[in-house]
Every structure is written in C-alpha cells, then in structure tokens.
C-alpha cells in the first residue's frame, strides 16, 4: 500500500468502515481487514502527503508536475496480467453506505478504465451495489459517457480497485479526450505498468489490488441518492448497470480503495486538479502567480480564493474571470492580497468584511454555468460571484496587528 500517511490498522465490522474513516480524515490511511478484500482508505490523507505523492515540496511544484504530466504524458511499460494478478469465481468487495441518506451500499474509489477506437479513459465512479454481483454506476457526462453513447450503450469496462495514489490521482484529471490517464500516472512518477485484462484486452495498472471485467450497460437501474463531495443527498438518476464477468486479484495485496464522501481525500483528488488549472490560468491572464484554494468548506469545488502579493482592484476581476474560465463549476471566487491565508475561510471573511468598499467590488454573472451539484442551481444554470477584496487608499488602514512578543 502506497501512502505518505502514518497508517492504522483496524480488525472490525466492514460497517465501521465509514467511521474509521472520519475518525482518521487528515490525519492517517486506514487498513481494514475483514472477511473479503481488505478495504483502505484515506491514502492521500492530506496535502503534505499529495505534495509528497507528486515529489514536491510545495503547492507551486505540484501545480506544475500535474499539468506537465497532461501535457506531456509518458509511456508506461507493458506486462503479463497473468503474472501479477490470478482469476477467482467471485470476490466480495467492501460495499458500504457512508451516510444515512445513501440509497444502497457503495463502492467509491473505482476507477473504471475503457476503450473505444483508439482511444482509453480511465476515471473514477462511484458504484452503488445490486442483487447479483452487478453494479449501477454513476456517469457523468464526461469521457466515459462519451464512449458508452458511441458505442450504442453498451461497453467493456474493467473496474479497478487499489489502484496506486497516483492512478487516482491522474483519473481525476479529466485530461483532454485522447489522452490516457495512465499515461498521465507515468509522467507523474507511478512505475507500476499496464496490464491487459484477459476478455477485453484493456489496460489496467499491474498493481492494482483487484480487477473486474465486465459490460457496462445496456440496461439502467436507479442510481442514488448518496451523499456527494458537499455532502448533501444527490437525487436519483436513471444510470448504467455493470455486469461483472470474471475477478481477478492481485498476487502481492489484494485491496479496494474506499474514498470517504465529503472527506478530506475526497476533496483533494477531485478539487486539486482543478485548483492547478485555475493557478494556470490566472497567471496566463493577469501575468503574475497568485496562491490559490479551493476552499473546503465548500467541498473544494464551488469556492476559490485567489491571493497575491499585491493586486489592483480592476486586474483582480480578470483574475476573477480566468478562474470561472478555467474551472465552470466554480460559483463564488475572492481575490485578495498575499497577507491573507487563502486556505483559511474565516481569514478569507475578515479580507471580505474589511476591503470590499463599492459595488464594482462585486462581480455578478446570472444565469452562467454551474456545477450540478449546486443544489441551488437549476440543472446546471445559477448564479456566479466574484469579489474584489484588495486594500485601496492608505495601506495602514488595512494592515493588521501584529502581537508583541
């Protein structure tokens, strides 16, 4: 098990699981050892650890190793999947639900790898358990819904579970279509290799804990609710169901990665990808680095702040607008100067409270793109806000106090 947490090790009911998990989020990977494939989680368990996954001493480096490694994808070797993972007639994987709204047991950190034409994906869903060994599996309208609607509605797919921090890492990207997410690993350090399952030939990691081949679709079951990165109840879709044709389990560890909803790993693997693009696109606009967050109180997704060294209140608005632009689920964007830590929501506040001075300060955009899961949207469309809180005038007025020693 890869991790750059210290971990702890529990003999309990897989019920616990989600407990667990909260009990350690930030703070340290969980090894649960039970009657089927041992479950872990809480392996990227926070952003010392994230930065140490991409070999990395700060937020800057990360930034950049992330987006060279979509940029410049590497070419991971090649392997016999029979020589690293070995066929058995079922497995009984950790299925659990997390909260008390989830409609079923889940699956959380698979990451489902697929192929159409020439081109892979690999990205990561959630899978919620039916009767029968089969699964319903959310997609978004992303690559892989892509694939199943060209395909005609029905696809192979193998399910990987335990995959290397850096395979998840990379499958929550969301690359440029064409672009393999497992190359993306490669280029970000992972060394495990690609193998190709038996029946569909994909290619999956050679490390990974267990793999699962199967169809996904054609047929639909209801999906949900489940508790979704801000932690509330996500309604119920009509999604597609996979059939598991044939298990295979690693020869080395046999585990599945469970992502706890809402939690601190969950907000990192899928906000730190676009908290890197929003970095990008900033500098590009206005010419000059910022420090930036997705905040999570706002499930690191619906809210940034954007923080540099010094800033005029018009260049902040095209900052404002780089970062609805580089991330369209963003609903509420601050910039403010560098003596304000952007990661801290209440210090963020007191930027707010005190320097935001006219109305121009205020930037809205009604009607404009949303995330989905905004439960104030409707269907995606909602409001945007962005606001200027940059000192103008005399700066002393705005400089705090500093306790004597």
Not at 57 to 76: F, H, I, M, N, Q
Not at 156 to 163: D, I, N, R, T, Y
Request: glycine share 10%.
């Amino acid at each position: 098990m890869n991790t750059f947490c210290e971990t702890r090790v529990y003999r309990d009911r897989l019920e616990s699981l989600p407990r667990l998990l909260a009990e350690n989020d930030g703070k340290a990977a969980v090894l649960l050892e039970w009657g089927g494939v041992p479950a872990v989680g809480n392996l990227v368990c926070n952003r010392v650890a994230l930065y140490k996954l991409l070999g990395s001493s700060d937020e800057r480096d990360a930034y950049l190793r992330l987006l060279r490694g979509v940029e410049r994808p590497g070419e991971p070797r090649e392997d016999a999947f029979r020589e690293h993972y070995e066929e058995r007639a079922r497995l009984e994987l950790p299925a659990v639900r997390f909260y008390d709204c989830d409609g079923g047991p889940y699956l959380t950190g698979s990451v489902l790898v697929a192929c159409h034409g020439d081109v892979c994906n690999a990205s990561i869903h959630r899978m919620m358990a039916l009767d029968g060994g089969r699964y319903v599996v959310r997609v978004v309208p992303r690559h892989l819904y892509r694939m199943l609607r060209e395909a005609g509605g029905s696809i192979p797919v193998a399910v990987v579970l335990g995959a290397h921090p850096l395979v998840e890492l990379a499958a929550a990207t969301s690359p440029p279509y064409g672009v393999f997410e497992l190359d993306v690993a490669a280029a970000l350090g992972w060394r495990g290799g690609i193998c190709r399952t038996p029946r569909y030939n994909l290619p999956v990691p050679c490390d990974a804990g267990a793999v699962i081949e199967g169809r996904l679709g054609p047929d639909t079951a209801r999906e949900g609710p489940f508790a979704d990165i801000l932690r509330l109840c996500d309604r119920v879709r009509e999604q597609p169901v996979f059939h598991p044709e044939a298990y295979y389990v690693s020869r080395g560890a046999p585990r599945a990665w469970q992502v706890l909803p809402g939690g601190t790993e969950h907000i990192l693997l899928m906000g730190f990808p676009r908290e890197a693009l929003i970095w990008d696109a900033v500098r590009r606009a206005v010419g000059r680095e910022a420090r930036v967050r997705l905040l999570p109180a706002a499930g690191g997704w619906l809210a940034a702040s954007i923080a540099f060294d010094e800033i005029d209140a018009a260049t902040a608005k095209i900052a404002l607008m780089a970062a609805f632009s580089a991330h369209p689920s963003l609903k509420l964007a601050v910039v403010t100067t560098g003596d304000v830590n952007p990661g801290d929501a209440g210090d963020l506040l007191w930027a707010v409270a005190t320097r935001v001075a006219d109305p121009s300060d205020i930037v809205i955009i009604p009607e404009a793109r949303v995330s989905t899961l905004d439960p104030s949207s409707r269907d995606g469309i909602g409001v945007k806000v962005g606001i200027v809180a940059v000192p103008r005038g005399e700066p002393d007025r705005f400089r705090r106090a500093r306790l004597l020693a």
